[in-house]
């Protein structure tokens, strides 16, 4: 059975993104298979891997329109595959509000092609709201991505309380797989003061890898691919393949347990 991972941070602009699909292609580089799931209305993971916007999407799968399987697109990078989103999304969150079990219809529609997968990843759209638990109700696990400024600790309780009302509720699966730091400048002493905060207070929660600020990671969505591909030798290539590194060894852990 895959291994379902549901990034979520409720402030745009936090590297989310960028994180799940080019740790889905780090991922994916070591022969493991990896589905990408865009639950964001603003579909920037489908362009960040090229895919065909007029297809098929996870709009239509939890409508029930076609199924997962019908949905799914290959990627450039070998054994990654994606089921795009997109702003059809935009109106699901109130479609679903009346509907029973509208808490679990990310999760059903998924579960389908979990076991076709090592990795799924889910991209959730950056609030709170209903799209967003659908995302933690489907998933083993979340990662929270946490840029590296003053701003970004504001949320961050109100996002891990929502965490615990799903695992109450909805998923007692669901576990904080870890927190990660994203466009860390280390010019800066604030970058420093985020991280060393943080990491008192969440001890081994908190990923050892720091993604950088990099210019590389920024160009390679508007070529529609990953940045393992665009340039493989880049800090930004890298570090995500060094934080690949250390999520399959925390899934073996947490598989072991």
Known sequence: MGTVITFANQKGGVGKTTTVVNLGASIAETGRTVLLVDFDSQGNLSSSVGADRSR????QVISGDVSAEE???ETPQP??????????LTGASVELV?????????????APVVDRFDYIFIDS????????????????HVVIPLQ??????????????????????????LELFGILFTMYDKRTRLADDVVQEVIGYFGKR??????????????????????????????????YQKLSEEVLNRVKTTTAR
Do not use: W
């Open 56 to 59: 098929n999407g996870i709009y």
């Open 71 to 73: 949905a799914i697109q």
């Open 79 to 88: 054994d990654m595959s994606i089921i795009i989103g997109g702003s059809d």
């Open 98 to 110: 009346n509907e029973d079990r509208r808490e679990y219809y990310l999760r059903e529609a998924l």
């Open 125 to 140: 759209p950056p609030s709170l709201g209903l799209l967003t638990l659908n995302a933690l109700v489907a998933a083993n």
């Open 148 to 173: 590296c400024e003053y701003f970004a600790l504001e949320g961050l309780t109100q996002l891990l309380q929502n965490i615990k009302r799903v695992q109450t509720s909805f998923n007692k699966e």
């Open 206 to 239: 908190v990923f050892r890898t720091i993604i950088p600020r990099n210019i590389r990671l920024a160009e390679a969505p508007s070529h529609g691919i990953p940045v393992n591909l665009y340039d493989p030798a880049c800090v930004g290539t890298r570090s």
